[in-house]
């Protein structure tokens, strides 16, 4: 079959009248963009427990699959964790939490909650935001943060710069029961868990 098509002239009628031409040059077009991977700051807020569950687990696969993530729990406690004593699970996923008797649910102010305890906090949000500014990880789940920012052991002012400066790549997801009107509107998704609907 070769042969007989090395020896045909080009350009010959083929059957049904139909010519055969070679296409055109196409001009060389300009440098290609390479899509570039643009990560998402999601929302995850319930008036009950049980957002952070679902968050979690997907965490949990991101990192089974690869991803670096980092799970900061700014008020839960009774484990004395700290960043020294953070859990890794799959090798890839960090979970930390402040190094806290108790998990905390009082405002931050003089007399109700000890230095230590708002130490604890602010250990937890300063790793945490070196993290994200460096983008070092893939994914961050910032557990009651919102919270944080409510109850007073967290700046409303440098949380939502920090995540005005993340790194386009980054995936960030907040949950919790309280988000302040300013993370909810910089959000690119949010998801609110209700019952009896």
């Known amino acids: 079959m ?11 009628p083929r059957a049904g009248g139909a010519v055969l ?20 700051l999601q929302v995850h807020t319930a008036p009950f427990r049980g957002s952070f569950s679902g968050v979690f ?17 700014f008020l ?21 939490r402040p190094a806290v008797a108790a998990c905390l649910a009082e405002p931050a102010v003089a007399g109700t909650v000890s230095t230590a305890d708002r ?3 602010l250990e937890v949000w300063s790793y945490t935001r070196e993290q994200l500014l460096t983008g070092a990880q893939d994914l961050l789940v910032l557990d009651e943060l919102g ?8 700046s409303a002012r440098d949380v ?4 005005e400066q993340r790194p386009s790549h980054l995936d960030v997801i907040l949950t919790g029961p309280s988000m302040p009107a300013a993370l909810l509107a910089m959000a690119d998704q949010v998801t609110q868990l209700r019952r009896g609907l």
Do not use: D, F, I
């Open 21 to 40: 031409r070679p296409l055109p040059a196409t001009p060389p077009c300009g440098p290609r963009l390479a899509a570039q991977p643009e990560g998402l």
């Open 76 to 96: 839960k406690g009774g484990v004395e964790q700290g960043v020294e004593r953070s859990v890794w699970l799959c090798g890839r996923l960090q979970w930390l």
């Open 119 to 121: 130490e604890a906090v």
């Open 57 to 73: 687990s997907q965490a949990l696969r991101s990192a089974g699959l690869g991803s670096r993530v980092l799970v900061s729990q």
């Open 2 to 12: 070769t042969a007989s098509m090395a020896a045909t002239p080009k350009h010959q």
């Open 147 to 154: 919270l944080a920012v409510e109850l007073g052991y967290l």
């Open 160 to 163: 939502t710069a920090a995540l």
